[in-house]
């Protein structure tokens, strides 16, 4: 691959947290416009992974977002790269979904200050993930789903190429999970999603699966998606289940013994 085409290029890219190593030599590059969705199970480094990308966490190694050094980044030349939805938002300040929205325009924006313009952009995202009608709603009052969109919506208003989003349907219902997925799918932009299912991989061109802080597979989703990597990945015995979206579903098997006493 062409490096110039790619809009991230991580190398080597090892972190510890209160001298405890955390993730080792992550090599990574990504091509604008790809979805790549990182796998791995709890405590596996895919967090750690996302905060070294947006320079909350110190790294060795480099990071290079559009052929820039991560590290040396101002956070606002960083904010206009990358905008970042975090996994479930619990907040109690008393902000309408519109002001949390705009919010994500002030990377753009002088001193919080904003414009008819960017009220006017916050407002037709709203209308584009069908919660206009819930613009000046507390946003503590919103369901989790409501929220999530109104994170993903102010992420999308901040207009960064790479948006990078921490387990975006980990707290929601089945229903509300792909919907908010085939969302994200149509934003045309650079994507990187933590999960912890594989079935949510089904926008993915690319998988990533982190074990124990290494890369365990990364490739193409059909390549990536395979039982024995899930195997390996979870330490588990599965089976392969092709749906209809094109997503991959992994059923755990167990032996008769072990499922005898459930």
């Not at 895919?46 to 040396?72: C, F, M, P, Q, W």
């Not at 509300?176 to 949510?200: D, V």
């Not at 989703?221 to 997503?247: C, F, Q, V």
Request: aromatic share 6%; hydrophobic share 40%.
């Amino acid at each position: 691959i062409m490096r110039e085409a790619n809009i991230i290029n991580i190398d080597n890219l090892s972190v510890s947290l209160q001298k405890k190593p955390i993730l080792h030599t992550i090599n990574l590059s990504v091509q604008k416009g790809e979805i790549v969705c990182i796998l791995g199970a709890n405590g596996s480094g895919k967090s750690t992974l996302l905060k070294a990308i947006l320079g909350i966490v110190d790294y060795s190694g480099h990071i290079l977002l559009n052929g820039l050094e991560s590290a040396r980044l101002s956070n606002l030349a960083r904010s206009k790269l990358l905008s970042y939805v975090p996994q479930i938002h619990y907040t109690s300040l008393p902000f309408s979904l519109l002001e949390v929205v705009i919010m994500g325009r002030f990377a753009r924006a002088p001193l919080f200050s904003y414009s008819k313009q960017d009220k006017q952009k916050a407002i037709e995202v709203l209308e584009r993930f069908g919660i206009a009608h819930l613009a000046h709603n507390n946003f503590t009052t919103l369901s989790g789903g409501q929220r999530q969109l109104g994170l993903i919506a102010r992420a999308l208003v901040q207009e960064s190429e790479i948006v990078i989003l921490d387990e975006p349907v980990s707290a929601l219902d089945i229903s509300y999970s792909f919907k908010l997925l085939e969302i994200i799918k149509s934003l045309q932009k650079t994507i990187l999603l933590t999960s912890h299912h594989p079935e949510q991989c089904f926008i993915a061109h690319k998988v990533l699966m982190i074990k124990q802080g290494r890369t365990l597979v990364y490739d193409n989703a059909d390549k990536a998606l395979r039982e024995s990597h899930i195997n390996a990945l979870y330490d588990i015995h599965s089976t392969r289940i092709d749906l209809p979206n094109n997503g991959r579903y992994f059923c755990q098997i167990f032996n008769h013994k072990e499922s005898h006493n459930d």
